[in-house]
Structure formats: C-alpha cells, structure tokens
C-alpha cells in the first residue's frame, strides 16, 4: 500500500508518501505566494526521490481545510485529479485533525489556525474524545470551552494565554491514523472552509 | 500528417469548461458547467464562489467530456490550459487540474492565453487566413489585434477604459434588466429605434476605444428622465445604445481593413454574440470584399473547445511549460 499525503491548507506545503508504515520521502515548506507555481513541481519531485510514478500510489489523504481558502483548494484540485484518474480511493482530514495527530501528549489539544479578526479555526481534542468540533470560533471562547491542562498547537504567531507547540507535522503517524478511514468519491471531495465567503454572509445579514 | 488530439481546460470566470479538439479545427467534445444562475443573485460574478464552484465540478467536467468523446486521457497529445487573464482563484483550479494531468499522463502542458482562445474560436469554423484583423470584443477587453501568421499578435489599439461588453451590462443594469444584462440589450435594441441622442466614442484616428463617455451618458439619461418622471423606452433606449456603439467599433475595424490590407475579419469574445454585431460585421464584410468568421453562439461565451484549438496551434510551434506554470490575473497577448 503506497499512500500520498497533501496538505496546502496554509502557504506551507506538506506532503509525504508512506509505503506500508514506512515515510519515504516527505516535503515540509513554506512557499508562501509561491504555493500554486510550486506545490506539483514538488510533489513531482517527490515521486523521483522516492523513484516511483504517479500511478504507483494506491490511495490518497488529503487535508481539505480550514485555512487559506486558495491554498486548500490547490492541494485538493491535485489530490482529486490524482485520485479520479488513478481510479484510487481518497479521503479527506482536517486540517486541525492533522495537528492534532502529530502531537504525542495526554493533555487536550488545541489546534487554531488564525482566522483573523479575532477569529480562529480551531478544535479541541481529549484523547479520542471531541470537545469542540472544527470551528470558525473567536479565541476567547476557545478559552471558555477549556476545562483541563491542554496545549495549543498552531503554525501562526497568535499572542495565547496557554502553552503552544509550533506545528509541524508528522506526516507518518497522521498518514497510520487515517489508513482506514472512510473513502469518498473523488467527485465528492470538497474543501471544508467553516466559513461563507463574504457575498454569502452579507445576503445573509440582509435578508 | 498525424492527427493531434490536444485536451483544453478552461476556468477563467465563472465557467469550468474541457474539450478535445482534433487538429485545432474539430471539436470532438465538450462539456461546459455554468454557474450563471448562482452569480445571478448576486449582480455578477463573485470571485470567491467562482473558485469554490469550480473545484466541486472540475473532475466531474472532464470525465463527462472524456466519456462524450468516447477517449482516454492516454489518446491525447497535449493539454491545453487557460493560464490568464482572469479571476486568480478560478484560474488556479484548471492550472492545478491541468499540471496534476500533465504529471501523471507525462503529457505536454500548453498555456494558453485567453483572447487567444477568444481569437482561435474561428479556427472551429473555417481555416484562418492571414493578414488577420481580429475584433475582440467581450466583457473585459475591446481590442483590434492584428495577426501576419499564427501565434503572431500586434495590438492595434484598444479601450482607454471600459470595456464594451461592460458597457452593456451596465446599461442593462441602469434600465432594470438582470444580469448578465449585455444580451438581454441586444435583444431589446431588435425591436427599438434608435431615438435618444447618445455622443459618439471616440471618433480620432487612432485604433482606440472610449465608451466612459457613453455609459455615463446613458446614466445621465435614465437619471433626467426619472426626474422628469417621464416612462424610458427602453428598447429605444437599448437601440439608440447600441448603434452608438456598435459604429464606434466599426469604424476603427473598417480603417484597420483598409490600412493593412486584411483578408480574414474575426470576430473574437462574448460580445460576438450580439446579433446587432454580427449584422454589422457581415455587412462590412460585404462592403469591403474581406472574408468573415465568427464563432457559432456557443464558442462565443467561455469555453474549453476554444481552449484547445488555441492549444493546438501553440503546441506545434513548441509552445510548452514545466510543472512551474503559473495563472496569471493579467497578461499581455503573446
């Protein structure tokens, strides 16, 4: 089982492919403005190291947001592409999921991405427990919902009242968390943006 | 000579179009996903919901027109992509889908740009002849290009502000008329007279259009009437409109016949299906002896099928990017 992993949900790029529990290559960077030109050289690059071809992989994970609305949809036009031609299954994680999973500790974990304004996009984690689903949330009722020692892990510079680890992914243990995972329908995978676009939220008010 | 199949994908606006184009002349399929009537309540595009549309349907779009053709991706030489102008969001969607192909099916990425897909929309309906004089017309361009060969495109002149399918929209809109108002105009200016006194644009001897001027004016108008609480006709409205419009852009294009000797007249972008342009363009055609192409109705609007034959053409003459390609919002015609 050869398993491609894509994030783009922030201007970094992470990606990996996993050969039966076994991280073959991976790729953590920050591309910045850079991410639509450069995240498929990337992953093509990728593929060489790793010496295999596109259609020696066999499944696909891919995180569909929240986060930068065009970065998750660069990452998940690619990862649908590759899955629909291939003809392979492909499922969807959060990207707060994948933060969550990449951190080893018993306390309740708090991924946030910084949704501006006062608002982040975050979750809360105990063990398998959800307390908070994915939310567009502002900070300080992340702090309400808080009710045992926790850790915040994020890869913005927010200014927080707790502990906070600076994500950075592990690609292998998110790819084994999710190996089984309900597969859907490469047609079917959509981004999960938490949020209306700002036409959709105005008509809304109006109406 | 060996038949070349080049699969073209187009996300510019508000639209997710793929085609297979045989040979840049044959359309074998296409399939097209508008999203017209969600921007509708709106007033006109939302960029954001663009991008969002186009990346639930963009899978979706090109295994239907694969299907249609009866074709897979293997069977085809080279794919073609919109890489701009247009709406940033919605160009990246086609980009990523088209590179992530390119990838897997190690096939050619041709970029092309859009008003070229505009202009090579006629080399679906007959074989273009150069010198060519194209008119591109549309919601976001209003420009006299001219062409010795293919791939070969010197800007005469263009808008100094709004475009004219702009104009359009927005007269519509001025008259009460729902977007996308710029045929709902043509259509009206059928049954009306020319009866309002509108300034004609820019009469000079340059290849540019002005149609500021004439938008105001219609404002100006509707607003002194309104006030006057006098009832606007608004097909004569719609005709006195257009008329001053359409002269304007036959005008320059009839000038630019005559000084460069031109044997093919194209008719390029959404405007060309005004069926007020259309007549005037034929009657030109007429006037001056010079073969006319415009693109049937459906390659008028945004769409992949045009995409492609541009695609073809560009392909032959070794016009091919690396995974690095990039959209761009805006960009010269080259």
Redesign the interface.
Known sequence: MITLYIDTSSSYLYAGIVKDSNLLVEVKADLGH?L??????K??DMFEKAKLK??DINKIIVVNGPGS??GI??G???A???A???NIPITTITSLEAMAASVDDSRLLVPIIDARHGYVYAAIYDGDNVVLEPSYIKLEDVYKKISSECIFITNDSIELDYEKWDYTPNILTIVNKYADKKEIH??KV??E?LKL????ES?LNAS | MKDIYILGIESSCDETSCSIVLNGTKEIATTISSQIDIHK??GGV?P??A??E???N???I??ECLEKAKMD?KDIDAIAITYGPGLI?SL??G???A???S???NKPLVPVHHIAGHIYANSLEKEMQFPLLALVVSGGHTELVLMSDHYSFEKLGGTLDDAIGECYDKVARVIGLEYPGGPKIDKLASIGNPTYKLPVPLNDDSYNFSFSGLKSAVINLNHKLEQRGEEINKADLAKSFQTVAISSLINKTKKAIQNYNIKNLIVAGGVAASKGLRDEIFKLGEELNVDVTIPQMKYCTDNAAMIAAAGYYAYKLGRIA??????KSSDKLS
């Open positions: 850079n639509s030109e450069m995240a498929l050289p992953i093509s596109a259609c609305f065009t949809r660069v998940l036009t690619i649908k592409v590759f629909w031609s291939l490469a047609h959509n981004p943006y676009t700002a036409a959709e008509k | 309540e709106y939302v954001e919901i991008s969002r186009h990346v639930k963009i899978t979706i090109i295994e991706i969001g990246l969607i980009l990523e889908a590179k992530t192909l990838f897997i099916y690396d995974l690095k390609l990039n959209s």
